[in-house]
């Protein structure tokens, strides 16, 4: 566990992925009882509560990303989407955020110089925000820096973060937006108490803003610039960094969700004129047995291809565009399949599913919310297609 007085080197290096799977493991078994327990808090709160926080503040997760050359776990995206699956089965809002913070605090490391580094984490490591939903604010050069202003949305975590990346460009330029990511105290940003949604309601997801503040150059990147740290996760494009969170979280709650309708199952009875255990009725053994085997077969696939796609880029320094497409679509479908299964566990429970506060309602809300991210969105399957297809202008972001 870091503490406040390390600077770079936070943990001994060395440590193999099984290692580092059992420690992150170990750390969510140990506080499952405080996620289970804030899952249900955190929905009225609308943020994470102060223990679940505490907890992503002061554990070893959050060096999942965090460049292995300082210590952390640089965890292939496999390993990632083990580690936000079994946080989503305990709590999906804490498992939307650690992501968060767990993308930004490693791209934090990795890409800003050493002056801007020392400032962020010279200290400790910090819990790092963002979001904006790709919202460019607007970017003013100034003397050794700039200033910026603008309004983002989609900040999951921010109540509970040291500082925010803001994306941001000179919008009076000519051409096409340079994108600076700007690294501020969360402090000097303005959030806007506006997170009142159906589900992932504890992430804390409100709008943010800034107005006329200075960022030193030092704490700005580019990120298509090289790295300055770390390795293979850092030469993944865009859609190769961030496409196994979604899904692994919407797959952790469908788990879940599945197994509380194994639980309800075994006493529950169906019918008016004859009584029967839910568990003994076939339609019902067809539904479990097939949504298991879904489970575990869009699970597999995103292990296959979170440990292929960082050993590609191990070899060849970057990521092909159409392995982006694909990743995000396989995205897309996983999350489809967690969607469907928490439906229909809602579907066959019945009355019991839908009362407020149980946890199949609130599976079925997040996993809802979880569904409407553009990283899993339709066009994801769209792109992955046309570069099957070889179309000129494929684009795994579009």
Do not use: M
């Given at each position: 566990m870091a503490g406040?007085?390390?600077?770079?080197?936070?943990?001994?290096?060395?440590?193999?992925?099984?290692?580092?799977?059992?420690?992150?493991?170990?750390?969510?078994?140990?506080?499952?009882?405080?996620f289970e327990k804030d899952a249900i808090e955190g929905d009225s709160l609308r943020r994470l509560p102060p223990a679940t926080l505490e907890v992503l503040r002061n554990s070893d997760l959050?060096?999942?990303?965090?460049?292995?050359?300082?210590?952390?776990?640089?965890?292939?995206?496999?390993?990632?989407?083990?580690?936000?699956?079994?946080?989503?089965?305990?709590?999906?809002?804490?498992?939307?955020?650690?992501?968060?913070?767990?993308?930004?605090?490693?791209?934090?490391?990795?890409?800003?110089?050493?002056?801007?580094?020392?400032k962020v984490f010279d200290a400790g490591i910090p819990l790092i925000c963002g979001g904006g939903g790709m919202i460019l604010g607007n970017l003013t050069p100034a003397a050794g820096g700039y200033r910026v202003s603008g309004r983002w949305v989609y900040g999951s975590g921010i109540a509970g973060s040291n500082w925010v990346v803001l994306l941001a460009a000179q919008k009076d330029r000519p051409g096409p937006p340079e994108i600076l990511s700007c690294v501020v105290p969360t402090a000097q940003v303005q959030v806007h108490d506006n997170w009142n949604v159906l589900g992932m309601r504890a992430s804390g997801s409100s709008d943010f803003s800034t107005e006329n503040v200075f960022v030193p150059e030092e704490l700005?990147?580019?990120?298509?610039?090289?790295?300055?740290?770390?390795?293979?996760?850092?030469?993944?494009g865009m859609m190769g960094y961030v496409g196994h969170t979604v899904p692994a979280t919407a797959l952790g709650i469908a788990r879940r969700a599945l197994d509380e309708a194994t639980t309800i199952a075994k006493q529950k009875l169906r019918g008016y004129g004859k009584r029967t255990p839910l568990a003994h009725r076939g339609v019902f053994q067809a539904f479990l047995g097939e949504s298991d085997l879904k489970l575990r077969a869009a699970r597999a696939m995103m292990l296959e291809n979170g440990v292929r796609i960082v050993a590609d880029a191990a070899r060849m320094g970057t990521m092909k565009p159409e392995n982006e497409a694909e990743i995000r679509?396989?995205?897309?479908?996983?999350?489809?399949?967690?969607?469907?299964?928490?439906?229909?566990a809602v579907r066959y429970i019945g009355g019991d599913a839908i009362r407020q506060g149980s946890r199949l309602e609130q599976a079925l809300r997040d996993v809802h919310v979880a569904n409407t991210h553009f990283f899993v969105s339709d066009s994801s399957i769209e792109s992955h297609a046309q570069f099957l297809l070889g179309i000129d202008g494929a684009d795994p972001m579009a």
């Open positions: 406040k007085s390390e600077a770079v080197k936070v943990t001994p290096a060395g440590r193999t992925k099984d290692q580092w799977r059992q420690i992150f493991f170990d750390e969510i078994d140990a506080n499952a009882a405080i959050r060096l999942l990303k965090y460049p292995s050359d300082l210590g952390g776990a640089e965890a292939d995206n496999a390993l990632q989407f083990e580690v936000f699956e079994r946080l989503a089965y305990h709590n999906a809002s804490a498992s939307w955020c650690l992501f968060i913070y767990a993308d930004l605090i490693a791209r934090i490391a990795a890409y800003l110089p050493q002056r801007g580094f020392s700005t990147f580019r990120f298509n610039d090289p790295p300055f740290r770390g390795g293979a996760i850092f030469r993944l679509a396989a995205g897309c479908y996983a999350t489809r399949i967690a969607v469907e299964i928490v439906d229909g």
